[in-house]
């Protein structure tokens, strides 16, 4: 882990600017660099004259991904092992964690946050401007309809909440903008931030789009260029994307438009793995698991200060790294942070040299358990209970406990999916494999290597061991939005 303070690696009188864009449940195989049925140009034109990350990861659902960005801190560190954030439970990002935004503005950026927060909003000390960010638009909780910004039916656990809205322009709600589709709205008001701003003085602005989440939503001018594709779900999602990528070069225009683009650091990122919507080709498994389809993400970077441009980079890398890297870029200091998990990996991504990352923690969750509790004796592994479902990266090797989710393989096609259906899952509660040699995690070697597995699981048992309990608090009947005027927001 780094904790420095270091000079702007820029090499520029003026420190950058930084643009953080977050793609939400965007697959492996859903950007068109990777051979994509989806027309994805201006993301890929970035990406080509960058430096494209193919061996970055990201945690498996939308919150704990978003906090570990923020925080550079692993998600076993503050209690979010478990699940996502809920607009129903009194949870949150804990006011204690120090966040990317609060350093940067210690560096005398401008900051802002246009799109989706997911990091808790049951108290207003939780909101994104109490948390860094000078300005907030967009919305708080997991998901919503792309139009009307309401939270449908099918991400909620409570009926209360269904119909609830959930748009806002700082601390009011937007409702101005019912009707407008989110993706549009977000680029609008990111250009808009753009245009207005001091291009003398640093700003980050991060844009954690709604896209490609659920439920799927586009203007029929984006869906019919997919008219080619059968299933209506598919040309739905593709429609999505490519919606997603005009706005990407529609903000890029306005940073050159504005003269802030040769002083520009811009990151593109996946929260997590496609859902089943999407495709995480030729990867394992989806969004929610801890195969690599779900872990391994879409990453890039693209910058006129980038030391050696247009290269695939195949370091190790992972989320929580951004931290101290944009604290790095910024010409900031990571002192007064709580001890991180992320590395400075600036050097890796501008000059390709070698990642000081050698492993990561995917996850433990010990809220999730196969059924038999005495599994690690069975297995012959007292270190640590396989029955739990974790994940742990070591250099080449990946272990996996417990339930790691849905193990297929799914490849989208113009006719619709097809699936390659996992075999030898039912009953089993521990894998290993190379994932250099073997990315697809088609080849369990477990029996063949017993002395890495149990390596592996002594460090499953010492990451464990530093974690807090994890904070998963009942739903609060005083959040039922029926009783804030229909809206989602602070409760308590």
């Not at 990561?360 to 209970?385: R, V, Y």
Request: glycine share 8%; proline share 6%; with cysteine.
């Amino acid at each position: 882990m780094e904790t420095s303070s270091t000079q702007c690696p820029c090499e520029k009188a003026r420190k950058p600017h930084i643009v953080f864009i977050l793609a939400d449940d965007y697959g492996w195989n859903d950007i068109g660099y990777h051979s994509s049925l989806i027309q994805t140009p201006n993301l890929d034109r970035l990406a080509q004259e960058g430096v494209k990350l193919e061996n970055y990861y990201i945690q498996p659902i939308c919150s704990p991904s978003r906090a570990q960005l923020m925080t550079g801190r692993y998600q076993i560190r503050y209690g979010m092992q478990h699940s996502v954030l809920m607009s129903d439970r009194p949870h949150g990002l804990p006011l204690g964690e120090v966040t990317l935004p609060q350093v940067l503005k210690e560096s005398g950026y401008a900051t802002h946050i246009v799109g989706k927060w997911h990091l808790g909003h049951f108290k207003k000390e939780y909101l994104p401007t109490w948390r860094g960010f000078d300005t907030f638009f967009g919305f708080l909780g997991g998901g919503e309809d792309y139009f009307t910004h309401r939270i449908p039916n099918e991400i909620v656990e409570t009926p209360e909440t269904y119909r609830a809205f959930d748009f806002w322009d700082g601390s009011k709600p937007c409702l101005s903008e019912n009707g407008s589709y989110s993706t549009h709205v977000f680029a609008r008001k990111s250009i808009d931030l753009i245009s207005r701003h001091d291009k003398d003085k640093p700003m980050f602005l991060y844009l954690p789009f709604q896209a490609v989440h659920a439920p799927l939503e586009a203007p029929e001018e984006f869906i019919n260029k997919y008219t080619h594709i059968r299933s209506k779900n598919m040309r739905t999602y593709a429609g999505v994307t490519t919606a997603m990528d005009e706005a990407v070069g529609n903000i890029t225009r306005a940073l050159k438009d504005h003269g802030m683009w040769e002083n520009t650091v811009l990151i593109f990122s996946t929260d997590n793995g496609a859902s089943k919507a999407g495709s995480n080709w030729p990867l394992r498994g989806f969004k929610n698991t801890l195969w690599e389809g779900g872990v391994r993400g879409v990453g890039f970077v693209s910058s006129p200060l980038l030391k050696v441009k247009q290269r695939i980079s195949d370091a190790l890398l992972h989320i929580s790294d951004w931290f101290p890297t944009i604290v790095r870029i910024a010409g900031g200091s990571t002192f007064g942070t709580k001890p991180l998990d992320g590395y400075d990996v600036w050097d890796t991504i501008s000059e390709g040299t070698p990642s000081p990352r050698t492993e990561i923690l995917h996850n433990i969750d010990p809220l999730i358990a196969a059924t038999n509790s005495d599994a690690s004796k069975i297995h012959g592994h007292s270190t640590f209970n396989t029955s739990v479902k974790a994940a742990i990266r070591v250099r080449d090797w990946k272990l996996l406990t417990g339930n790691p989710g849905n193990g297929d393989w799914q490849l989208q096609t113009f006719d619709g999916k097809i699936k390659e259906k996992s075999t030898g899952v039912r009953g089993k509660q521990l894998w290993l494999f190379n994932i250099r040699s073997d990315p697809q995690e088609r080849k369990d070697v477990s029996d063949e290597y017993p002395e890495v597995v149990q390596r592996l699981l002594t460090k499953l048992s010492a990451y464990n061991q530093t974690a807090v309990p994890v904070y998963w608090p009942d739903i609060d009947p005083r959040s039922n939005p029926a009783l804030h005027g229909d809206l989602v927001g602070p409760w308590i």
